[in-house]
């Protein structure tokens, strides 16, 4: 590492959550000469990779996805319980390897980076956070109280959490969400026109092949309705396509052979969903509506003033992931039953109803927030650095530690 310049280390723990990383990389590369390491603390850091950035470490995608449920987080012991710990035990011996080579950790997500990296790194700590909300799952006691003790600024997603945690002393801000600005638009045309385009996005994580036969069947019962229809589907590049091959077959679907981002697709009949790889942000703002199992993704389509409709076993009791998210989103996302008719009849019902698309629309858009928030809290990254912010520092040893280094 180049001990000329200050070495800053991104925690992240999960796809989106490192998407959002770049983006913050990206805008601090521009305003700064700073080196940049990762640690993603869930898969294998394709997004860093992509952006030129080589994990310290990685690691294959649990099967439960990494995911770990949010009530978990107000005790971080349990969320080494969940089939993490030899993954965990991994990432710490990382941490405690390096943890002299770094001058600052900002953390992505949800508390747990903070926790590993306030127990394991011991350096002035920065946190963005995007799992959680006063809208729904507001932080606990013992997260604010974890923020206190590691974080010396926490980003948070909305105004109304910021203000939140400042209640309880917490070094809190809003500068808009920064998920929106990790979501790449090229402006590429897919040449898929007269249709209203319907934008699927399976889910980054293992659920994704579970969920994928319900997707298939929910597009061959929307032929039996008379409005013509586009499928596209954005195909995160966790996903091996080989399974969704096989998966697909088992359903009587075909995919072609095509070796193009832009030429791949799944016919079964007169039916066609058009995958892309690399053009996620394309088929979001393309399309009119989305059948969306993402995390972030489903909120980024909010965001862009998307209805989304998501399914689940039981909506009556909705996973607990899933009731966070419709808690964060509200009526911007209608989550149904896991059963394709029922499926296909609410995404008619919101092409065919204006006024409840214009509803969704406008509350995705307020909930989620607009763009331009990585440059904002890029900018105030660069002031912490530089030690231009007039607020007082709890630790004056670890500031200086940082100044020195």
Same mark, same amino acid.
């Given at each position: ?26 805008? +601090? ?9 990762? +640690? ?21 995608? $649990? ?33 405690? *390897? ?66 939140? $945690? &400042? ?33 699927? $996005? ?88 989305? $059948? ?13 003033? &998307? ?58 858009? *307020? ?8 440059? *904002? ?11 231009? +912010?007039?607020?007082?520092? &709890? ?11």
């Amino acid at each position: 590492m180049n001990k000329d310049k200050k070495n800053i280390l991104f925690l992240s723990n999960g796809y989106g959550e490192d998407t959002i990383a770049v983006s913050l990389i990206e805008e +601090l590369k521009k305003l700064s000469d700073l080196n940049f390491f990762a +640690l993603p603390l869930v898969g294998e850091g394709t997004a860093y990779q992509e952006f030129g950035i080589n994990p310290l470490f990685s690691a294959k995608i $649990l099967p439960s996805g990494g995911l770990i449920p949010a009530n978990h987080l107000s005790n971080p012991w349990k969320a080494l319980t969940q089939g993490l710990w030899n993954l965990t035990i991994k990432q710490i011996k990382i941490l405690k *390897k390096y943890k002299k080579e770094f001058n600052l950790v900002i953390s992505v997500g949800d508390a747990y980076p903070v926790i590993l990296g306030g127990l394991f790194l011991k350096l002035p700590q920065i946190f963005v956070g995007t799992a959680k909300s006063d809208y729904f799952c507001a932080y606990s006691k013992i997260e604010k109280f974890i923020f206190k003790k590691y974080a010396k600024i926490v980003f948070s997603r909305d105004e109304i959490t910021a203000e939140s $945690l &400042k209640k309880e002393a917490v070094n809190a801000l809003y500068l808009g969400n920064a998920m929106m600005d990790s979501l790449k638009i090229t402006k590429i045309n897919f040449n898929i026109k007269g249709k209203i385009s319907i934008g699927i $996005l399976p889910g980054s994580r293992g659920k994704a092949y579970e969920d994928f036969p319900i997707i298939l069947k929910t597009v061959e019962r929307l032929k039996n309705y008379d409005i013509p229809l586009n499928f596209l589907m954005a195909l995160p590049s966790s996903l091996d396509l080989n399974l969704i091959k096989q998966i697909s077959q088992n359903c009587s679907w075909n995919l072609n052979n095509e070796n193009s981002s832009l030429k791949l697709y799944l016919y079964k009949e007169n039916q066609i969903i058009h995958l892309f790889q690399n053009y996620f942000g394309d088929v979001l703002e393309q399309a009119y509506l989305i $059948l969306g199992q993402a995390g972030t993704g489903n909120e980024q389509a909010a965001g862009l003033g &998307k209805p989304i409709i998501a399914f689940d076993f039981k909506p009556e009791k909705l996973s607990w992931y899933r009731l966070r998210q419709k808690g964060l989103l509200g009526e911007a996302i209608l989550v149904v039953k896991d059963d394709p008719q029922k499926i296909s009849k609410e995404l008619i019902n919101i092409i065919e109803n204006k006024n409840l698309y214009k509803k969704m629309s406008e509350i995705g858009k *307020k909930r989620m927030g607009e763009n331009g928030a990585s440059q *904002k809290i890029a900018q105030y990254i660069l002031k912490f650095i530089n030690n231009e +912010l007039d607020f007082p520092l &709890k630790d004056a040893g670890l500031r200086n530690k940082f100044l020195n280094m």
